[in-house]
């Protein structure tokens, strides 16, 4: 069964620094989100990506967060200068729903901690 | 801003026992989607429901999408221990592209066996 992956599944950082989460979504889906999760808490939408550009985002999506489709592949989610509070697992997911919202696809996630 | 709210928060159950969910927003959704995250993973989409008053089952689960299409139910009967985790309601925000699903904080269901 096609599966979304992501890359790493833990990264460690230091405040300031720049990561680079990476997301290959099911290769048939039209439609890219990123979520992020703080411990033990809600789900939390970041960003929604359709036709090469951001279709919806969030307050939490400054200026400090970017997200790309650089080849037909791989969806990344940037964070140029990342603070203590960016610490939390980011969900990368994929859905092929046309008309709405359908059915998301998660990946395992990868654990953003910054120190 | 919309809201969705989920109750309650936590729920202790003995195997065997039922189980329910509930899911309440503060608008009218379009549809409301429930995901199930076991401990240490990530959501997994469970089911849609789109039109008002509807109910869904699967196997032990039913789903039901109220009447006025703001509140939502996840029942499970007969719970077992593989039914651990957290379960989550989703609905799109009303506005703009329709694309960004706002989550409830989710129901964390323990089972003892």
């Known amino acids: 069964e096609p599966e979304v992956t992501q890359t790493p599944s833990h990264q460690v950082t230091q405040m300031g620094q720049e990561v680079i989460l990476r997301c290959v979504p099911i290769?048939?889906?039209?439609?890219f989100y990123w979520y992020r999760q703080i411990l033990g808490q809600k789900v939390e939408f970041l960003v929604s990506f359709y036709n090469n550009e951001i279709s919806e985002k969030s307050e939490i999506f400054d200026d400090q967060f970017s997200v790309e489709r650089p080849d037909g592949s791989n969806f990344t989610l940037k964070i140029r200068s990342t603070k203590l509070e960016d610490s939390a697992m980011y969900f990368c997911a994929s859905s092929e729903s046309v008309q709405g919202i359908g059915e998301q696809y998660f990946g395992p996630g990868t654990r953003l901690t910054v120190t | 801003g919309q809201q969705v709210m989920q109750i309650p928060q936590y729920q202790h159950v003995q195997e065997g026992e039922d189980f329910t969910t509930y899911c309440n927003s503060s608008?009218?959704?379009?549809?409301i989607q429930w995901y199930k995250q076991r401990p240490g993973g990530h959501p997994v989409f469970l089911i849609q429901?789109?039109?008002s008053g509807e109910v869904k089952k699967q196997k032990r689960l039913t789903f039901q999408f109220g009447e006025a299409k703001k509140n939502s139910s996840l029942h499970i009967t007969a719970t077992q221990t593989t039914d651990v985790g957290t379960y989550f309601c989703a609905g799109p925000l009303n506005a703009g592209n329709n694309r960004k699903l706002i989550w409830g904080l989710g129901t964390s269901l323990a089972v003892n066996p």
């Open positions: 608008t009218t959704l379009s549809n």
């Open positions: 290769s048939n889906h039209l439609y």
């Open positions: 429901l789109v039109k």
